[in-house]
């Protein structure tokens, strides 16, 4: 017995990695304890750099390769010189590996949340949470990565729920 193509697709190693950054971000995003926030954010962006080598995604590998060192790095504190590095690593990383406005995308998306984490607080750093998740979402989606489309969605609803709840109850 065979598996359809389709099927076989949804099961192949490239998007069971996809899977496993799903599962670990969505457990990254239940914890209440910093340092585990920031540790399951590392193991979510490994598996997502294998899933977007698996995909032959060099810019979006580059990127979370980048966000996984800053969220090991932010174990150690929230330096503003530390952001600037971060958002310096990655404009040099889509300089060397851009192959056209998409290959920008998480670039982009790892700048804008280097910025929010490191420079910005409350709701104006929730606001630039969702665009570069957004940017990530055409990402994933553009590239067929369910997973990461999946989480990014997931991610984007959760913030603009919080956001409007702030909306709803300012202070």
């Given at each position: 017995m065979t598996i359809a193509p389709d099927l076989a697709w949804l099961l192949s190693p490239t998007q069971l990695s996809g899977y496993a950054a799903f599962v670990l971000g969505m457990a990254c995003f239940a914890q209440?304890?910093?340092r585990r926030f920031k540790l399951f954010m590392a193991a979510e962006c490994g598996a997502y750099i294998l899933h977007f080598a698996l995909l032959g995604?060099?810019?979006?590998?580059?990127?979370?390769?980048?966000?996984?060192?800053?969220?090991?790095?932010?174990?150690?504190?929230?330096?503003?010189a530390l952001g600037?590095?971060?958002?310096?690593?990655s404009l040099a990383c889509g300089v060397w590996l851009a192959e056209g406005w998409q290959s920008l995308l998480p670039i982009a998306a790892s700048c804008i949340g280097t910025t929010a984490l490191f420079f910005m607080h409350?709701?104006?750093?929730?606001?630039?949470?969702?665009?570069g998740t957004l940017l990530w979402l055409v990402n994933n989606l553009a590239v067929g990565s369910?997973?990461?489309?999946?989480l990014e969605a997931c991610l984007a609803l959760?913030?603009?729920?919080?956001?409007w709840r702030w909306r709803e109850h300012p202070g």
């Open positions: 209440t304890n910093d995604q060099a810019t979006a590998v580059a990127s979370t390769a980048v966000s996984m060192l800053r969220s090991l790095a932010s174990l150690r504190g929230r330096r503003p600037l590095c971060f958002v310096a690593l409350g709701r104006r750093m929730r606001a630039w949470m969702l665009l369910i997973g990461g489309s999946l959760s913030n603009l729920r919080t956001i």
